[in-house]
């Protein structure tokens, strides 16, 4: 797992900011942590280059998971959030960016990255200004909120490896299968609000795309489908 001491030693920042970045990284999501880690061991990069992708996917990924909190009103791990929420967002973000130039990934891949991040960004703006869920609604979040999103963490962990040219349609169909089994074990309302045919439907289509990373044949990928499989039937 990244030792957040050492990564917060290395950066030049005040006290306030490190506590604030501290709080929110502590909170990262381990099992993500590890799935991509995994995932590049998969394809045999070596450690260091391992841990120069992996840390700006996993900074997105917290910066992410702070945008929802704070959009929710659940952000209580950090002192007066509506003040250290942005501003902890703002430093979240130069450091994914610090992050992708300390990788060396090329700027093709890097400018790729970015822009499906902006299209999730997009996505996230329509989410939280949705009131009354419909299955094509509810659809188009599992695409863009997890399709889009796993797709360039996928993407981006195995630019130039031999995995390359599967990446983004592996994570994307990963990702919205996951997204909806989050939904379902969680009973959010994307999912509950909907009606019996439309949940039908909605696992139909989540479980097609289970299928498709099944028969990919990646064992280490399957191993993780089981917590989506165990929701979608």
């Known amino acids: 797992m990244i ?3 050492i990564l917060l030693q290395q950066l030049a920042l005040g006290d306030s900011a490190r506590e604030d970045v501290f709080s929110v990284m502590e ?21 260091a280059s391992t841990e120069k992708r992996l840390l700006p996917i996993v900074l997105q990924q917290t910066l992410i998971h ?33 992050s992708m ?65 599967e990446a983004e349609d592996l994570g994307y169909h990963f990702g919205l299968a996951c997204f909806v089994a989050r939904d379902i074990k969680s009973s959010d309302v994307r999912y509950t609000s909907l009606s019996e045919e ?12 289970a299928d498709r990373v099944y028969s990919a044949g990646r064992d280490f990928l399957n191993r993780h489908l089981l917590f989506a499989y165990g929701a979608l039937r």
């Not at 400018?111 to 009354?132: D, N, P, Y």
């Not at 039908?200 to 097609?208: D, G, M, N, P």
């Open 101 to 165: 130039l300390d990788a060396s990934i090329c700027p093709e891949a890097a400018r790729c990255f970015c822009q499906q991040m902006l299209k999730v960004g997009s996505a996230q703006h329509e989410e939280i200004r949705t009131r009354q869920w419909t299955f094509a609604r509810t659809r188009a979040a599992a695409v863009q909120l997890g399709g889009w999103l796993y797709g360039a963490y996928f993407a981006l962990a195995l630019h130039q490896t031999s995995m390359a040219a």
């Open 27 to 47: 909170r990262k999501d381990r099992a993500f942590e590890f799935l991509m880690r995994r995932l590049m061991g998969e394809v045999g990069l070596d450690d």
């Open 198 to 209: 439309d949940r039908q439907a909605l696992r139909k289509c989540a479980t097609a795309s």
């Open 66 to 98: 702070l945008a929802d909190d704070l959009a929710d009103g659940d952000c209580d791990y950090l002192e007066n959030p509506e003040a250290a929420g942005p501003t902890t967002q703002y430093t979240l973000q130069q450091l994914v960016s610090l």
């Open 3 to 5: 030792d957040l001491g």
